[in-house]
């Protein structure tokens, strides 16, 4: 078997995530940009994204912030759109959950956008609605089943 010659592993290769604790300079969209919030994960470093301007991307995550930066459905992230290309576009940014919360107060995201959600999606389910879903058994009907 060959010996291994090089200077460390998978654990070397993800590094301290140190600057991951630090707050960052809110960084807004410029001209060509657009906020998006993640729909889905399809793997080999690409999403599905709702664009705020109401359109659906095919979103690839750039290989600076692959592997290191990680991205689940629900994220607000800022997202480069494509001059040859209106259906795709590229994840530049992530937005952490207080950067989201921040932009949303700004004014930069609508009213209506879901934040810190894991399930994005129309579902607009009320808790008053859950109470009507609720059957209650008596003693006599579990000795019948």
Known sequence: MPKNKGKGGKNRKRGKNEAD?????????????????????????????????????LCHIRGKMHKKVWIASGDIVLVGLRDYQDDKADVILKYMSDEARLLKAYGELPDNTRLNEGIVGDLDVDDENLIDDYVEFEDEDIDRI
């Open 21 to 57: 604790d630090e707050k960052r300079e809110l960084i807004f969209k410029e001209d060509g940009q657009e906020y998006a919030q993640v729909l889905r994960m399809l793997g080999n470093g690409r999403c599905e994204a709702m664009c705020i301007d109401g359109t659906k991307r």
